[in-house]
Structures are given as structure tokens and as C-alpha cells.
């Protein structure tokens, strides 16, 4: 049986079929057997930009710093002054006959530390980046002291002892400063909460310079009970406040003193200021609201210096009603 042909022609072999009426023809070719698909938009910022990529990591992504590390010329160097037990020591290896580091070096191996001579990357490695000056050691954990003892200590160095209480303190860098100022100006210790402030990192002892070495630091699980037993104890509890409180330069510090110190911003919290006997307040001249939390910190404490070294001055009689202070 013969099939009765189509009225339209075939095209020619080796010719492509003529493109149907209303159909684009594609201006790729598919290798691919999969059929394509189009490409979702990435997500936008409020300009209607595609975001930056970003320069650093999460913050659930990075790593917390080791507390058995200390680094910098000067921490490790109070650290093996104050016979700190040092079980090992990374240093620079273009740093290892270096008249600074030789004799860390060499007390170091006479405490039986293990010295290993290392490049810039392992030590940046072991800082995350910190300015490690060439030198990091690894010692035990920063050893708190009791608040009981705290209490004994600074009562037995002099009669009117000044305690150093900071609220709230989560950057190590102020920390650091805070406790590196109230050692060169004469403080007892340092009182520093368990929640929500930081604690002594390696980033806190390299601030403070090897002060950590001789000053206490007593970590109490309630700042606020804290402050009542110190208060029992015969303290009385001076608070910072950027606006309210007396000027400071006329606050007379004539008894053993808490100072409260609070982040700087937030300042305070409430309810370490109720329990505060007294708030003072550093007067500003600029346009800037309130000082950094160690700036503040050390201002005070040179106040309470001041005074106490005006009292220990001697004074003459020059006649009459007048005396002299030399």
C-alpha cells in the first residue's frame, strides 16, 4: 500500500528545518541535558547594592584567646620576674640573640621551659594577630584571689586602702589599662564580675604591662554583693557618673575607698549606682560627653593620690596665721 504524500516539500539532507512562525530561535547551544535554569538574585542592602563581602569572619566563628598565653617584651618579663611557672616560650627566631630577649630566654631555660625558636606566622598564629612583640609564653592560668583575702591584703598594706571595682568591663583593652593604672597610682586590687564583662586574657595582661604580676584581682560572681560586703568591711563606695554626682577635684577621699567604675556608655548600672555612698563626676570643657573607662579610672584615682600626698607633705610655720607647705 503507497502512502499518499505530504503537500509540503522535505527539505534537503544536511539542511536545517525552516524555523516555525513565532518561535525565537536560541542563541546558544544546550550541553547539557538538564534544562537550564535562571540564576536567583543574591540578596540585597538598602540601596538596592549586592553587600560587601566580608573582611572577617563571624564573630561565632572566631576563636577565644588561650588564658595560659601571655606575650610582649614586658608581660613575659614580669612573668618570670615574679617566678610565674612557664612551661613553654615561642620566640622570634631573629630575636633569639637580641640583647632585650636574651636574658628572658635564658631564665626561661633555667626554670626548665621549653624554648622553641619560631617565625612570624606561628606567633601571629598563637596571638591571633595580637602585637606579640616577638615573644609568647605559655604559663598557668591568671589565679584569681578570694574577696575575703582581697579584703585582708589591702587592710594590711595601709590604713585607707583603695579597691578598684569594675562594672560590666567587656573590652580587654580597658581592663588591661584600668588595672595598669591602679597599680602606678597605688591601689590595693581590682574587683571584676564573672557574667557579662571579661575576665584576664593574654589581650588584658599585655595592656597592663606586668601590673597583673603584683596587683590582686578577685572575680566575684555578683558585683552587687560584693560591693555590701566591702561596705561591711568599712568601705565606702565612690561611683563614676558622667553628669550627675559632685566634681571630683572637690570630693574629699579620707577613708578606705571602693571605686566603681562602668563601661564606657552605658556607665553605671543602676543598680550599682543605689549602692554607691557617694557618685563623683570628672567636669569636661569639650564637646565630647563622657571620657573612656580607663581615662576616667586613672583621673579619679590621681585625684585620690593628690590628696594623699598633699596630707603626707610636712608643712612650716612662717609666724602669724599662715603656714607653708613644702
Known amino acids: ?55 572577617t569572619p563571624p564573630a561565632e566563628t572566631l576563636q577565644e584567646e588561650r588564658p595560659d598565653l601571655v606575650y610582649g617584651r614586658h608581660s613575659v618579663e614580669a612573668a618570670i620576674a615574679n617566678e610565674r611557672p612557664i612551661n613553654r616560650l615561642w620566640v622570634n627566631a631573629r630575636l633569639v640573640f637580641d640583647a632585650r630577649f636574651r636574658p628572658l630566654i635564658l631564665d626561661a631555660k633555667a626554670n626548665g621551659a621549653v624554648v622553641d625558636e619560631v617565625n612570624t606566622q606561628r606567633l601571629n598564629q598563637l596571638t591571633q594577630g595580637a602585637n606579640h612583640q616577638g615573644i609568647v609564653a605559655q604559663i598557668a592560668s591568671h589565679s584569681y584571689i578570694e574577696l575575703d583575702d582581697l579584703v585582708a591584703k589591702a587592710k594590711a598594706a595601709c590604713r585607707q586602702p583603695v579597691i578598684v571595682a569594675a562594672d560590666s568591663i567587656t573590652d580587654p583593652h580597658n581592663l588591661g589599662a584600668i588595672i595598669r593604672t591602679a597599680e602606678a597610682l597605688g591601689a590595693q586590687g581590682v574587683v571584676i564580675p564573672q557574667r557579662r564583662a571579661v575576665g584576664i586574657t593574654p589581650t588584658v595582661a599585655k595592656v597592663a604591662a606586668g601590673a597583673l604580676e603584683t596587683l590582686p584581682v578577685a572575680r566575684v560572681i555578683n558585683l ?97 596665721d599662715q603656714n607653708h607647705t613644702v
Open 224 to 320: 552587687g554583693r560584693a560591693l555590701e560586703q566591702l561596705k561591711d568591711a568599712g568601705f565606702w563606695v565612690y561611683g563614676t557618673a558622667a553628669e550627675a554626682g559632685q566634681a571630683v577635684h572637690t570630693t574629699q577621699f579620707d577613708r578606705p575607698i571602693v571605686l566603681a567604675i562602668g563601661a564606657e556608655g552605658p556607665g553605671l548600672s543602676l543598680s550599682i549606682q543605689n549602692l554607691c555612698d557617694v557618685l563623683v563626676s570628672v567636669p569636661l570643657a569639650g564637646k565630647t560627653p563622657s571620657l573612656n573607662a580607663s581615662v576616667a579610672t586613672g583621673m579619679v584615682l590621681y585625684e585620690i593620690y593628690r590628696q594623699r600626698w598633699l596630707e603626707k607633705l610636712p608643712t612650716i610655720n612662717l609666724g602669724g
Open 1 to 55: 500500500m503507497v502512502k499518499p504524500s505530504s503537500d509540503r516539500p522535505r527539505p534537503a539532507k544536511g539542511k536545517s528545518r525552516p524555523q516555525r512562525k513565532g518561535h525565537a530561535k536560541p542563541s546558544f547551544k544546550q550541553t547539557s541535558s538538564k534544562p537550564f535554569k535562571k540564576r536567583r538574585p543574591g540578596p540585597k542592602d538598602a540601596s538596592g547594592r549586592p553587600p560587601k563581602p566580608r573582611s
